[in-house]
């Protein structure tokens, strides 16, 4: 008994011991601490049920202790035949109420819930993102704005932002634990959540459905600016031009190079030759490859790797040039790499020149610099 | 050791000889739970169907190439099939093994009969239309669940003779007549399988 | 006959024919217990290598590829071949004995249903040996198991085909065993729990492994024969397969964890020395939990978009499911109050499921919240919640179970110092590894991740979550050590812990028929019924008479092994035809097997009533 107690009660204690050190996990990318709606809205959910399940527990519990300091056979004891109970329907009759009761305080406001998160009637008035998921990165088309970009997805802060996801290959999930909860990224049929963030700064989001060997790599940012700053970037965006950037020698070689590799046939440099116009959300727009428009405003190299100066930015994103198999494995780049034979000297140029496509102030990398 | 089996071999049957023993009642209760199974297996392929019925990808659809002679031809056979197992069972409760085997062996040509229909049929519809299982998920859904259930005939028809061969030359016994028994009830199972096919697949699928 | 001769010394050769060919199910349950043991073991291994790489971040222990090789097959292993055929094992080995039956309504296929487990497990592994195991998750989803390159999925399809039905065969096998079979006497609500559960798990394999069947079906004429079920271009549809495969995958949840509840109602009756507390509602609860068990598959699915009325329904539901395991936990709580407990290595066990399950059970309402869930799902919080359930109720089960029966199966106790250390050693291992996953996952660390990267505050639960595996690897060693050194321990009495039920009635191990005269019940709790108001035996039930016993056959064997060699052929006809030799020559191999055993009548053979009464009073001496 004393063995069991004690051994449970070191276990408590380690236990919390080391939640309280770990927190609640890093800001903007763990669910504990909200900062979206639909982040919100799962949360209280997550505590009343939480709640109500502790209550249940600590019951059992007492129970449990009760009968084992109680009834447990002593050393020495002798053996007896007790009384051969059978049941007693009070009892029974009031652990079968109970938990009806609770499972009704939990049922309903899930359903209400339910109805209100799924609830998509006033889309219309709101902005509309059509987010294509893709082995390994993500792709998002502006509604009505002429406007594409990979990887970073910005909104404006306190405004309802409607996502509509569409998978070009397998099977993903898109989740943002900060503002929202997840929803499948099926290749049958659009799924329609929206997102709302209070406060600016750059969120985590994750790929949550296994979707090959990279999907523990498949990170995405949501970007969320003040509205204006979401103006600005999108005109930013529409009017970039990367043929109109001043680029040194070395730049310019290296555009040369990412011209002559066929680099251009999966992955776009500015929107100036797509056609947004018509009616979003056509999978068959979406390029093969992630849209570099905006690649030095990046906070990460392939959703993943960190930097932390300009030199480091640099070289990273040289690396996954020259060997992107070793960041991402499976990824669908390696096997045009291989087949142009790019050189470790190219590789450096080819990222010098798309470090220097930066249509806009309004930047994740920025932003998390200021982090 | 006593190695006399004589007790499955009574000169005069009893009244059910196919629940007679334990082994037979065992082999009665076990079919019926198998077919339980095979409910649940068909009933999955039918909701598979009714998902993907309208999905032909531009191809053949169930209105444009179904024809409801044959079909109708198709279940009368397997339909007539039915009632002539249960003949041969009552046969084999008046301990009339020859009268039996006739029942059974007419059960078995109607089940041939069918087959011969289904294979035209589908031999129709590749060569005629060019549609097969894998014109479009209508396709693959639609010979899936026909399919199967033609794949359980021919089962059902190779069980039957290996049963008739099996047993030509030995008469009914306590332990012969539960094998009987259990085919008859696979048969039945197949006949009701059909009967659903015939009216969620064809009826509804001419219809639209 | 070979099952008098094993009685005997003799050389290992006799002793290998004797377990290929028996049909005897207190042997299956041995050879059930022996393949899903090492295949927990190869499970347990992976699930240590999923740690290892786990350690610390952007960890290089293994690739990518590798790890979800080792996540689908842990998965895979653990419920289709550690899981399931343990359960089946203690199955054989305890029901038909309580309910006093001489064995199951179907020896052959029993046979039959271990060896199809077997060589399907044999053909999923083998798949490590030959460029790459399964990939896709336990669940292989449609449209990333399309896109799956080489060999995997396809050697997942058919090594699960023929391990699956080899589970059917042995699910309608109990229920027709359990319908004809009882002693005279046994009424069903007489039943010991046990035989209950193993008759609702039963069902419950009857109706959902047909799902799984036709699911692996289509995506097996999916990617070898072109068919468009899951192909979105031709019209078809992956949420289907998710539909189906749910529709198996939670009553499987509830496959795993019934028999269990049964192991710990006779646990807890037993070592309290009281009778179980609210039988009937106990009963009752198993069946509604059972049919609930069907009715709830997409809560699995809640983020896939189904609407909120389909999500509504589901979440109700669900939390609904959490009144009869209230219901059951309470009746074990109240079974011991009042009682006598003795706590031992098989009653640790099953003390120790009691929080362990409450904190699954708790979680699984909150997963079944669904707006809650969607943050939940898919995540490192859910990796936790199964594990509270499927380990803590599963696992420490089947821990409790072998200690409780050991005696009975193989005639030796386990040694309850060894037992008390595997105990706590798995426990606070157990613990330690799962409870700080809640929090990972809601911290933003989604399950199947290959790696978590630097900096995003996921380390130091990682790390204890790793430690927490080795612990269990330690507790674990401790029950295989326990079971060496028992080996050569205590004989076992036929009666070692004062218990209740039918099975105790004889000798440790049973004899091949298992009872001379069929008992006559007179209640539930027969034995105990007859310790306290008769002298302590069991009234018989028949006349004493010759006993008709089944022969013993290599035709499963045999058969089992066309199908694992037409596996083969499935698996690679699409690289060349020439597989097609296989995939037809091991069918027909395996249907000859079946018209053999078809043409060839076998009546069985009886024991002479002189022999069983030579028996009989060996015993009463």
């Known amino acids: 008994m004393k063995g069991w107690m004690g051994k449970l009660r070191t276990f408590i204690i380690l236990g919390s011991l080391a939640f309280i050190l770990s927190g609640c996990g890093r800001d903007n990318l763990t669910a504990l601490v909200p ?12 505590i009343l049920t939480t709640v109500v399940m502790t209550f249940v527990f600590i019951v059992v519990m007492i129970i449990f202790i009760l009968v084992l300091l109680k009834f447990r056979k002593k050393k020495g004891d002798k053996v007896i035949n007790p009384e051969q109970t059978e049941g007693n329907k009070l009892l029974e009759t009031v652990w079968t109420i109970i938990p009806i009761i609770l499972v009704v305080i939990m049922a309903v406001p899930t359903v209400y819930a339910t109805f209100h998160l799924a609830d998509d009637s006033d889309k219309d008035d709101h902005i509309n993102i059509h987010v294509f998921g893709n082995q390994y990165w993500w792709h998002y088309e502006y509604e009505g704005e002429d406007v594409s970009a990979s990887q970073d997805m910005y909104i404006p802060k306190g405004e309802k932002v409607y996502i509509h996801l569409l998978t070009k290959d397998v099977l993903h999930s898109f989740w943002v634990p900060s503002l929202s909860g997840k929803l499948d990224v099926n290749p049958e049929n659009v799924n329609t959540m929206y997102m709302e963030a209070d406060e600016t700064g750059v969120y985590f989001g994750k790929c949550a459905e296994l979707c090959g060997p990279s999907h523990s790599l ?4 949501v970007v969320v600016v003040e509205p204006e700053e979401y103006e600005q970037w999108l005109d930013d965006m529409r009017d970039f031009d990367a043929d109109e950037v001043e680029l040194d020698a070395v730049a310019q070689e290296g555009k040369e190079l990412f011209e002559a590799n066929n680099c251009l046939s999966c992955h776009a440099t500015d929107l100036q030759d797509s056609n947004f116009s018509q009616e979003g959300g056509e999978a068959d727009r979406v390029p093969i490859g992630p849209d570099l428009t905006n690649m030095a405003d990046r906070s990460r190299i392939a959703g993943v790797v960190p930097f932390d100066n300009e030199d480091e930015q640099k070289e990273e994103l040289a690396k996954w040039i020259k060997d992107p198999e070793s960041i991402k ?15 470790d000297e190219e590789a450096e140029k080819i990222a010098e020149y798309l470090l220097q496509l930066n249509p806009s102030e309004v930047s994740a990398k920025e932003m998390e610099v200021k982090n | 050791m006593a190695q006399d089996h004589s007790n499955l071999f009574p000169d005069t049957l009893p009244a059910e000889p196919d629940k007679a023993t334990l082994e037979g009642k065992n082999k009665f209760f076990g079919l019926w739970f198998f077919l339980g199974g095979e409910t649940v297996l068909f009933a999955s392929l039918f909701g598979v169907y009714l998902a993907l019925k309208n999905s032909t990808a531009g191809g053949p659809s169930s209105t444009e190439i179904f024809g409801l002679g044959l079909v109708f031809l198709m279940t009368m056979l397997l339909l007539t099939s039915s009632l002539t197992s249960v003949y041969a069972m009552y046969h084999m409760r008046n301990g009339d093994y020859k009268k039996m085997v006739l029942w059974l062996a007419i059960t078995g040509l109607l089940g041939i009969g069918f087959l011969v229909g289904e294979v035209y049929e589908f031999a129709h519809y590749i060569t005629e239309y060019g549609f097969s299982f894998q014109s479009s998920a209508f396709g693959s859904a ?61 009826l509804m699928g001419k219809v639209g | 006959m070979s099952s008098i001769a094993a009685t005997n010394k003799r050389g290992f050769g006799a002793f290998l024919w004797d377990y290929l060919t028996t049909v005897d199910h207190k042997k299956i349950a041995h050879l059930y217990l022996a393949g899903g043991g090492f295949f927990f073991l190869l499970g347990g291994l992976e699930a240590l290598i999923i740690r290892i790489q786990l350690i610390r971040p952007e960890n290089d222990f293994i690739t990518a590829g590798f790890y979800n090789e080792m996540i689908t097959m842990h998965g895979t292993t653990m419920i289709f071949l550690a899981g399931m055929p343990i359960l089946v094992g203690l199955m054989n080995a305890a029901m038909p004995l309580q309910i006093g039956a001489r064995d199951v309504a179907f020896p052959f296929l029993n046979a039959l249903s271990f060896w199809l487990f077997f060589f399907g497990g044999l053909l999923l592994n083998v798949s490590f040996l030959t460029g790459g195991a399964p990939d896709s998750g336990w669940t292989s989803y449609a449209s990333l198991a399309m896109a799956s390159e080489g060999h995997g999925v396809d050697y997942y399809i058919a090594g699960l085909q023929i391990a699956g039905a080899g589970t059917l065969m042995g699910g309608i096998n109990f229920i027709a065993t359990i319908v004809t079979m009882r002693a005279p006497g046994m009424t069903y609500m007489r039943m010991p729990l046990f035989s209950w559960a193993t008759f609702i798990t039963s069902v419950l394999i009857l109706f959902a492994f047909p ?21 979105v271009a031709l019209g078809g549809n992956t949420i289907i397969y998710q539909h189906l495969f749910w529709i198996f995958g939670h009553p499987e949840v509830y496959i795993l964890i019934l028999p269990l509840f049964g192991v710990f109602s006779e646990v807890f009756s037993t070592f309290s020395r009281k009778r179980l507390f609210g039988y009937t509602a106990m009963v009752f609860a198993t069946m509604l939990i059972a049919f609930l068990g069907f009715m709830v598959w997409a809560h699995h699915m809640f983020t896939v978009g189904l609407g909120p009325v389909a999500n509504s329904i589901f979440a109700v539901g669900t939390m609904a499911i959490a009144v009869p395991t209230g219901i059951k936990i309470f009746n074990w709580l109240l079974t011991m109050w009042g009682g006598q407990v003795t706590i031992n290595s098989a009653m640790l066990w099953a003390l120790g499921f009691i929080p362990t399950f409450t904190i699954g059970g708790m979680t699984g309402v909150m997963l079944g919240s669904s707006v809650a869930d969607y943050q939940y799902h898919d995540t490192y919080f859910v990796v936790a919640h199964f594990h509270y359930v499927i380990v803590g109720g599963t696992i420490f089960g089947i821990f409790a179970a072998l200690h409780y029966w050991w005696p009975k199966m193989f005639g030796r106790v386990l040694n309850e110092a060894l037992g008390k250390w595997t105990f706590w050693l798995f426990f606070i291992g157990f613990h330690l590894t799962f409870f700080i996953q809640h929090f990972l996952g809601l911290m933003g660390m989604p399950r199947r991740y290959w790696v978590f990267l630097n900096d995003q505050g996921l380390e130091a639960g990682n790390l204890i979550s790793t430690i927490g595996a080795f612990f269990m690897t330690a507790g674990t ?14 004989q076992a009495a036929a009666d070692p812990w004062d218990a209740r039920t039918l099975e105790w009635t004889i000798s440790s191990p049973p004899p091949y028929y298992n009872f001379e005269q069929l008992p006559l019940v007179r209640g539930l709790d027969p034995l105990w019924i007859e310790k306290t108001e008769g002298d302590g035996t069991m009234p018989p039930g028949e006349p004493l008479d010759d006993v008709h016993m089944p022969n013993g056959s290599i035709i499963p064997f045999l058969m089992s092994v066309g199908f694992f060699i037409s596996g083969f052929g499935f698996i690679y006809q699409t690289d060349s035809s020439i597989w097609y030799l296989a995939l037809y020559g091991g069918l027909a191999f395996s249907i000859s097997c079946m018209i053999v055993r078809s043409l060839k009548d076998d009546y069985g053979y009886y024991i002479p009533k002189e022999e069983l009464e030579k028996a009989l009073k060996g015993e009463a001496k």
């Not at chain 2, 306590?174 to 059909?194: C, E, G, Q, R």
């Not at chain 3, 070898?224 to 079920?229: E, H, N, P, S, V």
């Not at chain 3, 029950?479 to 205590?490: D, W």
Request: proline fraction near 2%; glycine fraction near 8%; charge should be neutral.
């Open chain 2, 142 to 202: 639609f010979f899936a669940l026909v399919g199967f259930h033609g794949g359980h005939v021919v089962f059902g028809i190779c069980w039957l003779i290996t049963l008739l061969v099996r047993n030509a030359k030995r008469g009914l016994n306590l332990y012969n007549a539960p094998k009987f028994n259990t085919f008859s009830l696979y048969w039945h199972f197949i006949d009701v399988v059909w009967v659903f096919i015939f009216t969620v697949v064809y």
């Open chain 1, 218 to 221: 498949m990170d995405f940012k």
């Open chain 1, 35 to 46: 900062k979206g709606y639909g982040a919100q809205v799962s949360m209280d959910l997550i």
């Open chain 3, 477 to 490: 060693i401790f029950f295989l050590v326990n079971v060496i050194v028992s080996a050569r321990g205590e």
């Open chain 1, 329 to 343: 494995p499976g990824n669908k780049m390696t096997d045009a790499v291989e087949a142009q034979g790019i050189t």
């Open chain 3, 211 to 231: 799902p799984l069947t036709i699911n692996l079906f289509l995506l097996m004429f999916d990617r070898m024969f072109d068919t468009a079920f899951f192909n």
